[in-house]
Nanobody, 119 residues
C-alpha cells in the first residue's frame, strides 16, 4: 500500500503562483494531479510517468508544470499565472500503468490540498 500526502496549497491572488507537492511512501510508475471545484466534476490537470512523459489539460497548458523527483518518490505541480477558475481541491493520484493520465488506472489517492485564487 502506497500513501500519498499532498502539501503546498493555499490562498493567492490572481496572477500568483503556488507549488504543490505529493510525497509517495513507495514506488509507483505514473502519477497525476486532479482537481475538483465545488459543484463540478473532478478533472485531470496533469500527469507524468516514470520516464517523464507528461500530459496537461488544455486549461493549464503554459501555466502549470508537472515534475517529479524519482529518488524521493515525490510529485510536484508548479502553478503560475493562477486564475480564479483554478480554485479547487487538488488531489494527487498514482498507479502502475503508463499512458495519458496513467491510462485512467489509479491505485492510490491523496487526501487533497485546497487552492484558492482570488480576483
Amino acid at each position: 500500500q502506497v500513501q500519498l500526502v499532498e502539501s503546498g496549497g493555499g490562498s493567492v491572488q490572481a496572477g500568483g503562483s503556488l507549488r504543490l507537492s505529493c510525497a509517495a511512501s513507495g514506488y509507483t510508475y505514473c502519477m497525476a494531479w486532479f482537481r475538483q471545484a465545488p459543484g463540478k466534476e473532478r478533472e485531470g490537470v496533469a500527469g507524468i510517468d516514470r520516464v517523464g512523459s507528461t500530459t496537461y489539460a488544455d486549461s493549464v497548458k503554459g501555466r502549470f508544470t508537472i515534475s517529479q523527483d524519482n529518488a524521493k518518490n515525490t510529485l510536484y505541480l508548479q502553478m503560475n499565472s493562477l486564475k480564479p477558475e483554478d480554485t479547487a481541491m487538488y488531489y494527487c493520484a498514482a498507479g502502475y500503468l503508463g499512458g495519458r493520465y496513467c491510462s485512467d488506472s489509479f491505485n492510490y489517492w491523496g487526501q487533497g490540498t485546497q487552492v484558492t485564487v482570488s480576483s
